[in-house]
């Protein structure tokens, strides 16, 4: 067994954390208006011209992912009819509507991953499905639930106002809509705003351009199915990003091009896939009712490192959870402390970014280009990728690792790309530069809305997001919000936060309906005692450390300042969130909340 000179490697991780460390953080990415507004254009779908809408729903929605699907049909499933969603897309997907590029898929096993399996009755076609399976699966849910009767597509909502005395919302958008709702919810995702990186010369560019999430088919040719891309055999291309997103498409990009140049800041820790299609006897003997919400609790547990008989997943996920349960199970009695816990995942993670560095040697067939995409910082410093076909696709002969050593991309030229002094002539550059995520909410979500006595959510979180659960926000009564964080915040399985969140408000506002309350409102008190709840975990853990190379997970390594509460979750983890929260909705009391 080899030894690990964990000091030795503690010193590395500083110091490739310190090369990247810079002063302007979130300001290095430039906000897609004005001149790059037309990186938002959707390539996907016409917009239709309609007349704006006047009337008055019970529930409205923003956002047409997850969040959005997984509350409508809750609330249909409890005899809400006339919910209306608002999405800024074309169609429902949010995530996996603008993400078509090619290779996209998920991370997390489809099982888990995808939600209303069970009530839908569809069967994952491969253990991580591609993107455009994932889109007919939004699609799907969307017709099941009769959530397109109402939905608002392209359509962006730009003023939100509480009218009191009418116990309503006034929703206003940017196709001249102005209608009303009782209720409110919003779920517009942590990563719908698109970003480019603030490279000087970046408009002077003469060839073609476009981020990842806005893929140019007409111009790449293929399509999201895995059709070859052949309008660029005789194309070279760069592409700047080496996230999560790079990490799918880099091998089919690799396969079309002449030449591809992928420009690298911090390499991503690339794990094995494993993907395989779902066999449909093994499928049958699973889905017995209730494996979904079995699966999801499993995967959970396991995930977050409780004690568990099986694991019905297996996936790099839940290997390393595993691993640190193992190795604390069999420290012996005195070392069973905090810090011989803390010992122990700080081993298993080096071991474990070992062996994910060992396989880029082993994959790679030049050393120098090997030792160059070894990521060097702790697993969840990152989002974790995990891929079959990324390193290899850097033995292709036309593939070329650009290594900026931390410094990123130096400028770009009318001919092409410059690192470290060198001008590499490009057709084409891809930006899989990422999603605005530490920037204000408001700034994200392009409105602020206006609760009780005219107070702006921008005003009342001033210091920080405040929520109840990461739902509820004092003064501004009948509004929800579906995301993780302040809650289960988990985030190796995002929609299983969603699920619950939908499920939490639907039956909130039934009960309101049917017990004639006109308002939904957290206490100023409940939503206080939340938050301390929360940061009394004396956090951050790895995600969001300030030890970590810099990414959006830790606020691209300035301090956190009020962004901490964005970061929060509940202390005891997810798995007794997810069973407090149940609890907290079937006991009818809703403490905290006051039904007027
Ligand atoms: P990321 O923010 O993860 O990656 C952006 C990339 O751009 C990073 O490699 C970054 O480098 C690089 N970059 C930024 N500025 C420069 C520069 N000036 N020069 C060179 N490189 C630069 O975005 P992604 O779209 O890859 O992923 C975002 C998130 O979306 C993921 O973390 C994941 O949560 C989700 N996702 C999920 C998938 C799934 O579940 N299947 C698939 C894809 C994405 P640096 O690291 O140094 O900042």
Same mark, same amino acid.
């Given at each position: 067994?080899?030894?690990?000179?964990?000091?030795?490697?503690?010193? !590395?991780?500083?110091?490739?954390?310190?090369?990247?460390?810079?002063?302007?953080?979130?300001?290095?990415?430039?906000?897609?208006?004005? %001149?790059?507004?037309?990186?938002?254009?959707?390539?996907?779908?016409?917009?239709?011209?309609?007349?704006?809408?006047?009337?008055? /729903? &019970?529930?409205?929605?923003?956002?047409?992912?997850?969040?959005?699907? /997984?509350?409508?049909?809750?609330?249909?499933?409890?005899? +809400?009819?006339?919910?209306?969603?608002?999405?800024?897309?074309?169609?429902?997907?949010?995530?996996?509507?603008?993400?078509?590029?090619?290779?996209?898929?998920?991370?997390?096993?489809?099982?888990?991953?995808?939600?209303?399996?069970?009530?839908?009755?569809?069967?994952?076609?491969? !253990?991580?499905?591609?993107?455009?399976?994932?889109?007919?699966?939004?699609?799907?849910?969307?017709?099941?639930?009769?959530?397109?009767?109402?939905?608002?597509?392209?359509?962006?909502?730009?003023?939100?106002?509480?009218?009191?005395?009418?116990?309503?919302?006034?929703?206003?958008?940017?196709?001249?809509?102005?209608?009303?709702?009782?209720?409110?919810?919003?779920?517009?995702?942590?990563?719908?705003?698109?970003?480019?990186?603030?490279?000087?010369?970046?408009?002077?560019?003469?060839?073609?351009?476009?981020?990842?999430?806005?893929?140019?088919?007409?111009?790449?040719?293929?399509?999201?199915?895995?059709?070859?891309?052949?309008?660029?055999?005789?194309?070279? /291309?760069?592409?700047?990003?080496?996230? *999560?997103?790079?990490?799918?498409?880099?091998?089919?990009?690799?396969?079309?091009?002449?030449?591809?140049?992928?420009?690298?800041?911090?390499?991503?820790?690339?794990?094995? %896939?494993?993907?395989?299609?779902?066999?449909?006897?093994?499928?049958?003997?699973?889905?017995?009712?209730?494996?979904?919400?079995?699966?999801?609790?499993?995967?959970?547990?396991?995930?977050?490192?409780?004690?568990?008989?099986?694991?019905?997943?297996?996936? =790099?996920?839940?290997?390393?959870?595993?691993?640190?349960?193992?190795?604390?199970?069999?420290?012996?009695?005195?070392?069973? &402390?905090?810090?011989?816990?803390? *010992?122990?995942?700080?081993?298993?993670?080096?071991? !474990?970014?070992?062996?994910?560095?060992?396989?880029?040697?082993?994959?790679?067939?030049?050393?120098?280009?090997?030792?160059?995409?070894?990521?060097?910082?702790?697993?969840?410093? !990152?989002?974790?990728?995990?891929?079959?076909?990324?390193?290899?696709?850097?033995?292709?002969?036309? &593939?070329?690792?650009?290594?900026?050593?931390?410094?990123?991309?130096?400028? #770009?030229?009318?001919?092409?790309?410059?690192?470290?002094?060198?001008?590499?002539?490009?057709?084409?550059?891809?930006?899989?530069?990422?999603?605005?995520?530490?920037?204000?909410?408001?700034?994200?979500?392009?409105?602020?809305?206006?609760? %009780?006595?005219?107070?702006?959510?921008?005003?009342?979180?001033?210091? =920080?997001?405040?929520?109840?659960?990461?739902?509820?926000?004092?003064?501004?009564?009948?509004?929800?919000? /579906?995301?993780?964080?302040?809650?289960?915040?988990?985030?190796?399985? +995002?929609?299983?936060?969603?699920?619950?969140?939908?499920?939490? #408000?639907?039956?909130?506002?039934?009960?309101?309906?049917?017990?004639?309350?006109?308002?939904?409102?957290?206490?100023?008190?409940?939503?206080?005692?939340?938050?301390?709840?929360?940061?009394?975990?004396?956090?951050?853990?790895?995600?969001?450390?300030?030890?970590? &190379?810099?990414?959006?997970?830790?606020?691209?390594?300035?301090?956190?300042?009020?962004?901490?509460?964005?970061?929060?979750?509940?202390?005891?983890?997810?798995? *007794?969130?997810?069973?407090?929260?149940?609890?907290?909705?079937?006991?009818?009391?809703?403490?905290?909340?006051?039904?007027?």
């Amino acid at each position: 067994m080899t030894v690990i000179d964990k000091d030795a490697l503690k010193r !590395k991780y500083a110091e490739e954390r310190d090369k990247r460390l810079r002063p302007d953080g979130n300001d290095q990415y430039i906000r897609l208006s004005d %001149r790059f507004a037309h990186y938002l254009d959707d390539p996907y779908t016409p917009v239709a011209e309609r007349a704006p809408v006047t009337d008055h /729903v &019970t529930v409205a929605f923003i956002g047409g992912g997850f969040a959005g699907l /997984v509350t409508g049909a809750r609330l249909k499933e409890s005899g +809400i009819d006339d919910v209306r969603i608002v999405e800024k897309g074309g169609d429902f997907g949010g995530t996996w509507y603008w993400n078509r590029y090619p290779g996209a898929q998920c991370d997390t096993a489809s099982f888990v991953y995808m939600p209303l399996l069970e009530e839908t009755g569809h069967m994952p076609s491969e !253990k991580y499905a591609h993107a455009p399976e994932i889109l007919e699966h939004c699609q799907r849910i969307g017709k099941q639930f009769g959530l397109y009767d109402n939905a608002l597509f392209h359509t962006e909502v730009t003023g939100l106002e509480w009218d009191d005395p009418g116990s309503r919302w006034i929703v206003r958008t940017n196709r001249g809509d102005e209608f009303t709702a009782r209720f409110l919810a919003m779920g517009t995702g942590p990563l719908h705003v698109p970003k480019l990186p603030g490279i000087p010369g970046i408009e002077e560019f003469r060839g073609h351009a476009f981020h990842t999430s806005r893929w140019d088919y007409a111009y790449t040719g293929g399509d999201p199915a895995g059709a070859p891309m052949d309008r660029l055999a005789d194309e070279r /291309v760069g592409i700047i990003g080496t996230g *999560a997103t790079a990490v799918q498409c880099v091998p089919h990009l690799a396969r079309a091009c002449r030449e591809l140049y992928v420009f690298q800041r911090t390499p991503s820790s690339v794990d094995v %896939r494993d993907n395989r299609p779902t066999d449909p006897d093994w499928f049958a003997t699973i889905a017995t009712p209730g494996w979904q919400q079995r699966w999801l609790e499993n995967f959970t547990a396991n995930q977050t490192g409780a004690l568990t008989d099986e694991d019905l997943v297996m996936d =790099g996920w839940t290997d390393l959870a595993r691993r640190v349960r193992s190795r604390i199970m069999s420290l012996p009695p005195d070392q069973f &402390t905090p810090e011989g816990m803390m *010992a122990a995942f700080e081993d298993s993670d080096f071991e !474990k970014m070992e062996e994910i560095r060992a396989r880029v040697d082993a994959v790679v067939d030049d050393p120098a280009t090997a030792q160059a995409l070894k990521a060097w910082y702790r697993q969840l410093c !990152k989002r974790p990728c995990f891929h079959d076909e990324y390193l290899q696709a850097f033995n292709e002969p036309g &593939t070329h690792l650009v290594d900026t050593d931390g410094k990123g991309v130096e400028r #770009i030229t009318e001919a092409g790309v410059v690192a470290a002094g060198v001008e590499y002539e490009v057709d084409c550059i891809v930006f899989a530069s990422g999603f605005e995520v530490g920037t204000d909410y408001t700034r994200r979500a392009g409105y602020d809305p206006v609760g %009780r006595d005219g107070v702006r959510l921008s005003e009342h979180w001033a210091d =920080g997001m405040r929520t109840l659960h990461g739902i509820h926000v004092h003064g501004f009564p009948n509004m929800f919000i /579906v995301q993780p964080t302040q809650g289960a915040n988990l985030i190796s399985n +995002i929609p299983h936060n969603l699920t619950e969140s939908g499920r939490t #408000i639907a039956v909130m506002i039934r009960h309101a309906l049917d017990n004639g309350w006109d308002q939904i409102e957290v206490t100023e008190q409940a939503e206080d005692a939340w938050i301390d709840l929360l940061l009394s975990n004396p956090g951050p853990g790895i995600i969001g450390s300030p030890d970590c &190379t810099p990414g959006y997970y830790n606020n691209e390594g300035q301090p956190l300042g009020k962004g901490r509460q964005l970061f929060v979750g509940y202390p005891m983890g997810a798995m *007794a969130f997810f069973r407090y929260i149940d609890d907290w909705r079937t006991s009818g009391d809703f403490e905290g909340v006051e039904f007027r």
